[in-house]
Structure formats: structure tokens, C-alpha cells
């Protein structure tokens, strides 16, 4: 019995079984049914294929369908793996590369042969053809553990010098696996995978489009083809999918952006988003909103510089962290009247802030800070720059230059908990105000960070303090702690917000760091007149004014509530001889502080319907002659195909009624 393994299984019971079973062996002992539906194994906390035997003594934890994340993670990675097999059965000579999973489904980069151009979109059907003819012959996926040299070797005689590289490059002591697919096709790959290809469903996969990728990741190298699907359980979930990305398409913010003349970006600008005047309407009206929430929470707003000496960055750690996608400028001197400027031999360097918190340390370092003083919150419309890539740029939602609703808390040890419950409730009702559900998670200590492990280990439970506190650490708040997933100086609270179509954006934000507070030396004088560090709370609601507007362009898919609405009402004639009329009750709607245009052009009236349709305005005000003699309107509504006759007045009262913002409406 001694050559035997011990198997311990979540109920607490203990098999032993012989050198070379595997978790399907133990399946299939406890039963035929949990063998049919047994996909994986948990083994020691890691997941593992179900065909690979036991190293020794372990826990198990078989993992079925029922175990989506697992199950949809490794079902994603085999498409990968049948996406790249299906392209070199149709094309020989293409190179493979690597290709992960991702959220949604999974992606492979390619290396086309030399007598062929990169892949396009309408090379997908004929690939997807292959990979169900993949799929459906069911073949075997078999693990292996190579010597480096050999599989080097394979590699190269095969021309796969991509994959060559990658070999060659990883940890001298990491064991190179490969999985077979049947007999006549292998790549290297960690896993797991499923017992087959045809574990997967046919028709549960899509792919979805093309799209050029250097190889890992660096500009300076070969350019490839990546291969993007989306992959899934089952028709039913993909079809879901499908209809969730043909809904997402229509709600595309860039595209709504320019249908309603709100915003546009240019080359000239890469990153930076130039508003129009009916965009710039609702960013006003966001900042007015997030100003009278802040004030009523005891905020008080400042403004920092742009540029700041290098120096200042290095001392607070960000350039160390963060140098590559920061802006920095040397300072520069006149040489002589008249002439250009030129860099100063001694010169220093400014860099343009992606982040405001140091500004606001240098304003709370102004006077002696007392513990009667805290806690301080200081908020700023701050505008920052950060140097993303290119590629990485993605309409307002990803962006060079923006604007965050930032601030921070200045606090005593003993006022976190509290500052952040206060939080919690202003966020709670800031995002109910615009019809959002969210969830929250907690993103605790990174591997490389700053501060002692005492530290973290307060500021992580303060956090969880406040937040179960408030209510929110529970099933139905989504609530998660991801571990190593915190930056690099203080463990961080992240809301979540769900979209109307189900997808979800990290947006809110709050960090509790005492090493911002210790590297750039903010104090206060305590009550034993000792000097003290506070307590920095980092917090953001919106994140950024741009990806926040994005985020409500495709939440309302341009149909804003009335009172972001950029033109909130149209007041369109019948005939001309309603105009004058037409005039008076839009200058009664603007003396009402209501937007309103007027549309008096010689146009069938069925024809401005349609238009402002079109342009979303939430109001269309339809008036003749008739109207005109009674003192009365025509009431159509966005989204209704109903008029309502009524009163002028009777409009204004409800107009201005319906255009109220929510925190005014409350009060």
C-alpha cells in the first residue's frame, strides 16, 4: 500500500489509488454519469487535463460544465488550438505563433507564408469550415513533456521560427509541454485542454474578424495576422453573444458621437477628443452634477499645475512605474532675443501629469496641518495625459488626454472606515441617478509594491471593514477580492457597473495608501503634538468624463434622460404661418432654462419628424395654425408614437418638470 496515492475529495473522503491513475479513472469509479460530464480536474487548487495522471498525493476536485469559468476558459483555449490547426491544413506554410483565450472567445497570431498577403475577413468561413470538420472527428488531446533542444529542433526543421524563438526563450527549468491533436498536428502550449476536439461544440463558435498584431507585442518586430473568435458552450450562448455584439454595434459610441454631432477625433489630435458644441452641452452638464455632489459631501475644489519637474515624479515612485506612458518635455531657454529656444545644457525635465495625486499632496504640504484639520477632501476636474499606444486608443473610452473626477481624502487612522462608508453611499446614489447596477470588488496587494506588508495588511482590512459596513460585501454586490491586482502603493475598491445590454466597465475607484503620504513627506500635527502621516484615500466616481460619456452614449444609445439631452426640445411648424408662434413658445422653453431649437423650414411636417428622430431630440413640439390660435402644442416624445394635444403652459410645467437633474429633483 505504500506505492499507493492518497486522493482527497472535497467531501473529505480519501481514495487510494495506484501510480498512473487519472482524475477521469476516479470519475468514472464514483459513477458513469459524473464520468460523461467530467471535463477537468482541480488538483491541488490546479487545473489540470482529466486524462493526466496523479504526481503523487493530492486533493481533487473534478470540474464539470456546471463550473462555467473553468469550463469556458478551456473550451476558448482548445478553440484557439483548433483555429490554428484548421489555418495550416488550409494554408501550408503558415507559421503559428501563440493564442490565449480572452473574455469573450480567443484569438491566434499567424505568420502568413511569403507567397501569400496577411489573412482577411473573407478567409473566415472557409477556416471556420475546418474547424468544425476538426471538431466533429473528435480527436484526441494528448499532453507531452519535450526536451527543449528536441522540440528547438522540431521547430526549426518545420520553419516555425516564431515558435522556435518562444522555446528558446522561456525559463531554462519550466518544462516544455505539448499537446498532440490526433497524431499528425501538435503545438506547445501549458494547458489544459479537454480530453478531445470534440468536447467542444460546433456551433457554439464564431469568428469574428482580422487584425494585424506584432509579434510579442513589440513594433520593432515581424508584423502578423490575428485571428479573433468568440467561443462558447453552447448555440445558446453564443446566439445570446452574437445578439449582445449586434446591439453593442448599434449603441457604438463613436458612431452615435458623429451621427448626433457631439464629438470627433482626428490624427492631428491621436488620443485627444475635440467637442462639439451639443457635446460639450452634456460634459458641462456632467461637471455641474459631479460639482453639486461633491460639495455636499464637504469636498473643496482646487486646480494643479499641468507640468511638473521630473523630480517630483521620481520622488512619489510613478516614474519609476510608469515613465514610458508619461509626456515628458525638456525645459528650454531663449538664446538671445528673437531667436528659437534652445534645450539648456543643465536643463531639468517636466513631464505632464497622468495622475493628480502628488499635485495634491504639494497642496495639503501649504501650513501646518492639525488632526482637527481631517479629514481634508480635495477634488479637482483634473486634466491628464497619458502616452497609450496606438493601438491601444479606442474612441473617447481610451484616450490620451482626459479629465478625471478626481480627489482625495486626507484622513486619521482612525477616520478611514468611516471616509469610506461615506463614499460608498455617495457613489451608491451618483450611480442610481443614472440607472446603474454594479458590483465591487477589492483589488489587494501586488507582487512588487511599495510599503510593508503591516501596512497592506491594514489598509486591505479597512477596506473589507468599510465596505461589509456598508452593506456591500455580499453575493448580491458581486463582491470579489482579486488577488495582486491592487497598484503598486495601496489596495483598491473598484465599482463595476452593469450596462443595459449586460456588459460590465470598471469605473469607480477608491485606494487607501499611506505610501504616497511617506515619500513625498505630507504631515499633520497630531493631539499628543507629534507629527503624523494621514491617510491618502484616492478616489474617482466617473473615472474619466470621456469614457464615463461614452459609457451613457451606448447606455442610452443616444437617447439621453431629458436633462443631459444636448437639444432638449424641437419646436417645429405645419406651416409658415405658425412661425411666429413657433418663436414664442421656444423663447417661453429657453426663458424656462430649457434647450430648444426651432426647425421653420419648408419641409413636410412627416419629414422633421423623422429627422429629429433620427437626432434623438426627446421633445419634437409640432405647431400649426391651429395651434397657434389656440394657445395650444403638439407633443411628440421620442420612442412614442403618440401626439399629445395640450396647453402651452401645461408643456412648460412638465418640460421643466421631466428636465429637472435627479440630485435637484431630490432636494
Known amino acids: 500500500m505504500s506505492d499507493m496515492f492518497r486522493i482527497t475529495l472535497p467531501d473529505g473522503s480519501v481514495r487510494e489509488v495506484a501510480p498512473g491513475t487519472t482524475p ?3 470519475a468514472a469509479a464514483i459513477g458513469p454519469g459524473l464520468a460523461k460530464v467530467a471535463i477537468a480536474a482541480r488538483v491541488d487548487g490546479e487545473l489540470r487535463d482529466i486524462g493526466r495522471a496523479f504526481d503523487g498525493d493530492a486533493t481533487l476536485a473534478l470540474v464539470t460544465t456546471r463550473d462555467e469559468a473553468d469550463a469556458l476558459e478551456m473550451a476558448r483555449h482548445d478553440y ?85 524563438e518562444w522555446a528558446a526563450d522561456l525559463p531554462g527549468d519550466e518544462p516544455l509541454t505539448v499537446y498532440w491533436s490526433g497524431d499528425d498536428w501538435l503545438d506547445m502550449c501549458r494547458g489544459p485542454h479537454l480530453a478531445s476536439t470534440g ?32 467561443g462558447w458552450l453552447n448555440k445558446k450562448q453564443l446566439d445570446a453573444h452574437l445578439t449582445m455584439l449586434e446591439e453593442a454595434a448599434k449603441r457604438d459610441h463613436r458612431r452615435i458621437g458623429q451621427e448626433m454631432d457631439l464629438f470627433h477625433l482626428q490624427s492631428e489630435a491621436q488620443g485627444s477628443v475635440f467637442w462639439h458644441p451639443k457635446g460639450y452641452v452634456i460634459y458641462r452638464a456632467l461637471e455641474d452634477y459631479m460639482r453639486r455632489a461633491i460639495k455636499g459631501a464637504g469636498y473643496q475644489e482646487i486646480k494643479t499645475p499641468q507640468l511638473m519637474d521630473v523630480r517630483q515624479w521620481e520622488q512619489s515612485g510613478h516614474w519609476g512605474k510608469y515613465a514610458e506612458n508619461m509626456f515628458a518635455v525638456p525645459d528650454i531657454v531663449p538664446d538671445g532675443e528673437g531667436a528659437a ?35 481634508l477632501r480635495f477634488y479637482e476636474n483634473g486634466c491628464c495625459h497619458r502616452n497609450e499606444a496606438h493601438g491601444a ?7 490620451r488626454q482626459f479629465t478625471q473626477d478626481d480627489a482625495h481624502i486626507f484622513c486619521r487612522d482612525d477616520q478611514v472606515v468611516d471616509e469610506v462608508r461615506a463614499f460608498c453611499a455617495l457613489i451608491d446614489r451618483i450611480y442610481s441617478d443614472f440607472g446603474f447596477k454594479y458590483s465591487v470588488k477589492l483589488a489587494l496587494r501586488p507582487e512588487k509594491r511599495f510599503g510593508s506588508d503591516a501596512d497592506w495588511d491594514k489598509a486591505e482590512g479597512e477596506l ?35 450596462d443595459a445590454i449586460g ?9 487607501a495608501d499611506r505610501v504616497l503620504p511617506e515619500r513625498l513627506d505630507a504631515s499633520y500635527v497630531g493631539e499628543d503634538g507629534a507629527r503624523h502621516r494621514p491617510v491618502m484615500l484616492h478616489r474617482a466616481i466617473f473615472g474619466t468624463y470621456e469614457r464615463f460619456m461614452g459609457i451613457l452614449i451606448e447606455e ?112
Open 24 to 26: 477521469a479513472d476516479i
Open 80 to 164: 484557439a488550438h483548433v483555429l490554428a490547426e484548421a489555418v495550416q491544413r488550409l494554408y501550408p506554410g503558415t507559421q503559428i505563433t501563440f493564442g490565449p483565450s480572452t473574455d469573450d472567445g480567443f484569438y491566434y497570431d499567424f505568420a502568413p507564408a511569403a507567397d501569400r498577403g496577411p489573412f482577411t475577413d473573407e478567409d473566415l468561413p472557409a477556416i471556420e469550415e475546418a474547424m468544425r470538420d476538426i471538431i466533429c472527428a473528435d480527436k484526441p488531446l494528448r499532453r507531452e513533456v519535450w526536451d527543449r533542444a528536441t522540440l528547438i529542433s522540431r521547430w526549426r526543421q518545420q520553419g516555425e521560427t516564431f515558435k522556435a
Open 199 to 230: 468536447k467542444l461544440a460546433a456551433d457554439a463558435f464564431k469568428l469574428t474578424r482580422v487584425s494585424g498584431a506584432y509579434w510579442r507585442g513589440d513594433q520593432n518586430n515581424a508584423m502578423l495576422s490575428r485571428i479573433y473568435g468568440t
Open 341 to 375: 529656444p534652445k534645450v539648456a545644457a543643465d536643463a531639468g525635465w517636466m513631464a505632464m501629469k497622468p495622475m493628480n495625486c502628488p499635485a495634491h499632496i504639494m497642496v495639503f504640504r501649504q501650513g501646518i496641518k492639525s488632526y482637527r484639520d481631517l479629514p
Open 393 to 399: 486608443l479606442h474612441g473617447i473610452m481610451r484616450v
Open 464 to 498: 473589507r471593514d468599510a465596505v461589509t459596513a456598508a452593506g456591500l460585501a455580499t453575493e448580491a454586490y458581486g463582491w470579489e477580492e482579486l488577488p495582486g491586482e491592487g497598484a503598486f502603493y495601496a489596495p483598491k475598491l473598484e465599482w463595476h457597473l452593469t
Open 503 to 511: 456588459r460590465t466597465w470598471q469605473v469607480g475607484t477608491l485606494q
Open 556 to 667: 442610452y444609445a443616444g437617447r439621453f434622460p431629458l436633462w443631459l439631452a444636448p437639444v432638449q426640445a424641437v419646436v417645429a411648424t405645419i406651416v409658415s404661418d405658425a412661425d411666429d408662434y413657433a418663436n414664442a413658445v421656444a423663447a417661453r422653453l429657453a426663458a424656462a432654462g430649457i434647450r430648444v431649437e426651432t426647425d421653420l423650414r419648408n419641409e413636410k411636417i412627416n419629414y422633421k419628424v423623422r429627422e429629429h428622430s433620427l437626432a434623438k431630440v426627446p421633445n419634437l413640439i409640432v405647431v400649426g395654425k391651429r395651434e397657434a390660435e389656440e394657445g395650444t402644442v403638439a407633443l411628440r416624445q421620442l420612442g412614442s408614437d403618440r401626439q399629445q394635444m395640450m396647453p402651452l403652459d401645461d408643456l412648460l410645467a412638465m418640460v421643466r418638470r421631466d428636465a429637472m437633474p435627479p440630485d435637484l429633483a431630490r432636494a
